[in-house]
């Protein structure tokens, strides 16, 4: 069954960190894109960064520079999400999503998305 | 403040044909595929439309995309209850070393 299958909620304090898992199956890990999306409590979408599985290569959002760190383990074909210094505006609850878009038609081509995963930022 | 510009919110009675509006510039809508998706509460986004205008399989055909310069459109026709939820497009830009970029999101209610 082709899925991406997410870590379960997260509870952490101000100032912590968290990495959600999210991994593949059914499909060739390394032939996507694995974009991360989150969605703060009745708020829109919003998009994090991708990870490129077959090398690694990694883009993110100006918003989370220097605070995100995507990335992958091949062996067992999960991408991962760790996000630092955590904040009350960081709740929200967290996505992966597989693009099989490709450069010359544009990117953003999400046809399977993880469940989600809630991270709770809470002193 | 999302890259991309949609309404907040749109309405329509059953049977009727609304449209959802998504504005953005050169750098993403005017150079990249757009795509759409429809998020029911609680749930994850679903690909509603892709390429600016391709429907998945089982994507029925009352869904319709369409893209003109820097602005793109989501067109449904024949309005069903089940179509109320949250409607997002989404493109690819350039910039910055490139990036995603949402429109902020359209609630779709079925009076």
């Known amino acids: 069954q082709v899925q991406l299958v997410q870590s379960g909620a997260e509870v952490k304090k101000p100032g912590a960190s968290v990495k959600v898992s999210c991994k593949a199956s059914?499909?060739?890990?390394?032939?996507?894109?694995v974009h991360w999306v989150r969605q703060a409590p009745g708020q829109g979408l919003e998009w994090m960064g991708r990870?490129?599985?077959?090398?690694?290569?990694?883009n993110y959002a100006r918003k989370f520079y220097g605070r995100v760190t995507l990335t992958r383990d091949t062996s067992n074909g999960t991408a991962y999400m760790e996000l630092s210094n955590l904040t009350s505006d960081d709740t929200a609850l967290y996505y992966c999503?597989?693009?099989?878009?490709?450069?010359?038609?544009?990117?953003?081509?999400?046809?399977?998305w993880g469940r989600g995963t809630l991270v709770t930022v809470s002193s | 403040q999302s890259v991309l510009t949609q309404p907040p919110s749109v309405s329509g009675t059953p049977g009727q044909r609304v449209t959802i509006s998504c504005s953005g510039s050169?750098?993403?809508?005017?150079?990249?595929?757009v795509f759409w998706y429809k998020q029911l509460p609680g749930t994850a986004p679903e690909l509603l439309i892709y390429?600016?205008?391709q429907r998945p399989s089982g994507v029925p055909d009352r869904f319709s995309g369409s893209k003109s310069g820097t602005s793109a459109s989501l067109a449904i026709s024949g309005l069903r209850s089940e179509d109320e939820a949250d409607y997002y497009c989404?493109?690819?830009?350039?910039?910055?070393?490139?990036?995603?970029?949402f429109g902020g999101g359209t609630k779709l209610t079925v009076l």
């Open positions: 390429r600016n205008n």
């Open positions: 990870i490129n599985p077959n090398r690694g290569g990694t």
């Open positions: 050169s750098s993403n809508i005017g150079f990249n595929s």
């Open positions: 989404t493109s690819w830009d350039d910039s910055l070393s490139g990036h995603v970029v």
């Open positions: 059914g499909y060739t890990f390394s032939d996507y894109y």
């Open positions: 999503a597989r693009d099989v878009g490709y450069s010359s038609v544009g990117f953003g081509h999400f046809d399977l």
